[in-house]
């Protein structure tokens, strides 16, 4: 199966300022990657599919980029809102798999 | 709005059956891909299994144990998983995905399951 490794772990950023999160495959993916983000109590939203296009509703701030083995998740101008838990995600073949998780911190 | 609802029992014996249903309304089933997601406390993500187009296709970690059926009278997807343990212990998601190439774009808030005795 294809892993998927996020890095960092945990990552503090400053409000108003960009945060990267970063996700890397196993193997080749082509551009089947998703970017979902996480809160507690509360359903688990799509941000990025295809590497790179926003989902229905989801705030131009969310960009994604990338394709073959690394993919990037940028969050700019950060909000309060922003802050929780983000999975990447690959569909390229099954088993899907996920990230073990960025989580993004007030600094 | 689509929504995605997952019910069933909040607590399962070991080695008995953990059988949860996801409710759609906005939507019938027979537009999308259903999958089954779970996340056990403190870890990330799991990928149970998909059911699309009246085909499945499970975690190969699970799928010995794994039952995802639609019942789309009822606009209901069903997860059955068998001879469960302290494992299995998790918030079980449904999301609807539109395609092959698309992300899951609606998911259910989850229901926590707890397998003890």
């Known amino acids: 199966e294809t892993l998927m490794t996020q890095s960092p772990a945990t990552l503090s950023v400053s409000p108003g300022e960009r945060a990267t999160l970063s996700c890397r495959a196993s193997e080749s993916i082509d551009n089947n990657v998703a970017w979902y983000q996480l809160k507690p109590g509360q359903a688990p939203r799509l941000l990025i599919y295809g590497a790179s296009t926003r989902a229905t509703g989801i705030s131009a701030r969310f960009s994604g980029s990338g394709s073959g083995t690394e993919f990037t998740l940028t969050i700019s101008s950060l909000q309060s809102e922003d802050f929780a838990v983000y999975y990447c995600q690959h569909y390229n073949t099954w088993p899907y798999t996920f990230g073990q998780g960025t989580s993004l911190e007030i600094k | 709005q689509a929504l995605r609802q997952e019910s069933g029992p909040r607590l399962v014996k070991p080695s008995e059956t953990l059988s949860l249903t996801c409710s759609v309304s906005g939507g019938s089933t027979s537009r999308y891909y259903w999958n089954w997601i779970r996340q056990s406390p403190g870890k990330g993500l799991e990928w149970i299994g998909i059911?699309?187009?009246?085909?499945?296709n499970y975690n190969p970690s699970l799928k010995s144990r794994i039952t995802i059926s639609v019942d789309s009278s009822k606009n209901q997807i069903s997860l059955n998983l068998r001879s469960v343990t302290a494992a299995d212990t998790a918030i079980y998601y449904c999301?609807?995905?539109?395609?092959?190439?698309?992300?899951?774009?609606?998911w259910g808030q989850g229901t926590l399951v707890t397998v003890s005795s």
């Open positions: 999301a609807s995905q539109r395609g092959y190439a698309y992300g899951f774009d609606s």
């Open positions: 059911y699309y187009s009246g085909s499945t």
